[in-house]
Nanobody, 119 residues
């Protein structure tokens, strides 16, 4: 059974930083492309960053240059370092593996971690 447990969110002022963590179990972590998603109130969930098995990264335009995704395979954990946060980054952040078609691989999302950026 797949378990994805996100942590590290919180309330921060604009311009601040947070580091999110996602611990995965029930999957062969090192063989999965991993991604961070976010869902703001009233909006669809969107992919903000992904990291391949080999460590190549992709970022949505809205976060490129401010967010950094990384992974620690021995710890089965993926991270999202978020700097220069803006109020529009406010959302619940989730992680998931990414399937061959680019869609989230597992239907059982974790509880997510709330990020709130005040202006």
């Amino acid at each position: 059974q797949v378990h994805l447990v996100e942590s590290g969110g919180g309330l921060v002022q604009a311009g601040g930083s947070l580091r999110l963590s996602c611990a995965a179990s029930g999957i062969i972590f090192r063989l999965n492309v991993m991604g961070w998603y976010r869902q703001a109130p009233g909006k669809q969930r969107e992919l903000v960053a992904r990291i391949t098995i080999g460590g190549n990264t992709y970022y949505a335009d809205s976060v490129r240059g401010r967010f950094t995704i990384s992974r620690d395979n021995p710890k089965n954990t993926v991270y999202l370092q978020m700097n220069s946060l803006k109020p529009e980054d406010t959302a619940v952040y989730y992680c998931n593996a990414i399937g061959a078609g680019g869609s989230p691989k597992y239907g059982g999302w974790g509880q997510g971690t709330q990020v709130t950026v005040s202006s």
